[in-house]
């Protein structure tokens, strides 16, 4: 049978590690939303750079 301090002090580590868990939980989600934007904004830059292209071609051959 363990001593009431030896049960406190192993209730502690297993909260510390639960809020770790957490915590790391948390800063994968903030890293997953972070390339969701740099994601967008590399699709909106490719969708402009296609749009002038098709307007340069379109130039090429007198539309407009």
Known sequence: MTDFFS???AM???ILR?????LDAA?????AGAQG???QDAGRKAIEANARAWKAWAGLWGWK
């Open 7 to 9: 049960t406190a002090v």
């Open 12 to 14: 502690q580590k297993e």
């Open 18 to 22: 639960a809020q770790q868990a957490q």
């Open 27 to 31: 800063q994968a989600m903030l890293d």
């Open 37 to 39: 934007v740099a994601m």
